[in-house]
């Protein structure tokens, strides 16, 4: 179905990121994920051309641009053309934010320009090894000290854990209060901060994941993301669009597989024709063009809306829980379809079924997401007992 969100400037946008994905990303994404880890400089050329933090004000290098359509169509290209694990996404619209919305004016300056730039590259760090859809157990604490706060725990699970210069991490700091969490800036090279394993996974194989330590790291006043005491708020406000971002992802990956899977049924044969003739196929595909056509839609309404500051933490929740269920059974309809080779590394849908299985778990979990989404219709057995 036609898109009818975008306009002539989101169009020419687009033909720009799709030759930067296709040049600078795709050509290396066989090898990152060999090495475990995409290459540093990519980032440092996606900042020259203008692609990290679109909205980044135009004094620390940014084009100024508050427009979510730009944002979404960096994810999509990143995902057709690009790679999966360059996590361009996580580095501008899930933990940029936190520092251009949350920071004050001196760590605006401190930051942003090397953010935007891709010099500094971004991460950040909520899940604990004992701890993931539940962030009031966390067990990560931060101790004021006189003028600075001393950090100690651990964090798991952490994307972009072993290349990241700067990770928002989040951390108790009132021990009596379940919310009573705050954010801070921590720095590549402070002392006590240190990074663990890259831990192996089942797919995302050329993105960095880790695990992250703090020993008495002594983080100075001036690292306090906002106001102590106050880091459950800021998560919340900035989760509508860390949703909406995920729910971008996954449909754009959803897109990909069933074009490549139109593809192939239209080639591969058998009984004497190809096996797109076949009903079973026919109807398979025919479901899922409806279903993504809704779902992109559905998502393209919730860009505009959070345009206008107005997606609601349970829209881009329902998002995001549709959006991952799509995916997934868009990937098994098509590795089905390619039979055998489906299970071959060397067939793109094999790693994409893989890759995909995440989608139902990080950014929240879907249970979580129904649970958000039924909170809001005052299903919450807090308020109902
Ligand atoms: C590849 C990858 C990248 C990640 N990147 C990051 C990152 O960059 N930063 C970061 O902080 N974290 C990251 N995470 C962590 C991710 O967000 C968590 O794994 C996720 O939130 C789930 O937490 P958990 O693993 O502790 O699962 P758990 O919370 O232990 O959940 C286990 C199961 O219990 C269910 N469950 C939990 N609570 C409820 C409930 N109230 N009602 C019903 N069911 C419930 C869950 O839905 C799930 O099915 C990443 C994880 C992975 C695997």
Same mark, same amino acid.
């Given at each position: 179905m036609r898109r009818v969100i975008f306009e002539a400037e989101h169009e020419q946008f687009r033909d720009s990121v799709r030759r930067f994905m296709q040049t600078e990303v795709a050509p290396h994404a066989e090898r990152w994920r060999k090495e475990g880890m995409v290459d540093r400089e990519t980032f440092l050329k996606a900042g020259a051309q203008g692609l990290?933090?679109? #909205?980044?004000e135009e004094r620390f290098g940014?084009?100024?641009?508050?427009?979510f359509r730009f944002d979404q169509i960096i994810i999509e290209e990143n995902m057709r053309h690009g790679?999966?694990? #360059?996590?361009i996404n996580l580095h501008s619209d899930l933990v940029a934010p936190y520092i251009h919305k949350l920071g004050n004016e001196e760590q605006k300056q401190r930051f942003m320009p090397g953010i935007i730039s891709g010099e500094t590259i971004l991460a950040v760090a909520m899940t604990e090894p004992s701890t993931g859809s539940d962030l009031a157990g966390m067990k990560t604490r931060a101790v004021k000290q006189g003028d600075h706060w001393v950090l100690n725990g651990s964090k798991t699970y952490i994307s972009n854990g072993i290349l990241s210069d700067l990770v928002v991490v989040a951390a108790r700091t009132d021990p009596h209060k379940p919310h009573g969490i705050s954010l801070f800036l921590v720095e590549r090279g402070m002392a006590g901060f240190e990074r663990g394993r890259r831990l192996e996974k089942m797919g995302l194989k050329s993105q960095d994941t880790a695990e992250l330590f703090f020993n008495d790291v002594k983080l100075p006043e001036a690292n306090l993301l906002g106001e102590a005491g106050q880091g459950f708020k800021y998560l919340a406000q900035l989760l509508a669009q860390e949703r909406l971002v995920a729910s971008i992802g996954f449909l754009a990956t959803a897109q990909t597989a069933f074009d490549l899977t139109l593809e192939y049924v239209k080639e591969r044969r058998a009984f004497g024709k190809p096996i797109g003739a076949f009903q079973n196929t026919r109807f398979k595909m025919a479901q899922m063009r409806a279903e993504l056509d809704m779902a992109q839609t559905w998502v393209d309404q919730c860009v505009l809306l959070l345009n206008e500051g107005e997606l609601s933490a349970e829209d881009s929740s329902a998002a995001k829980l549709l959006t991952s269920e799509l995916e997934a059974r868009v990937m098994d309809n098509c590795v089905q379809l390619h039979g055998g080779a489906g299970y071959m590394e060397e067939y793109r849908i094999s790693r994409m079924y893989t890759d995909a299985r995440i989608s139902r778990i990080f950014a929240g979990t879907s249970e979580i997401m129904l649970e958000i989404i039924g909170r809001g219709l005052g299903l919450d057995e807090r308020k109902l007992n």
């Open positions: 990290l933090c679109v #909205f980044g940014g084009a100024g641009i508050a427009d790679d999966i694990g #360059f996590y």
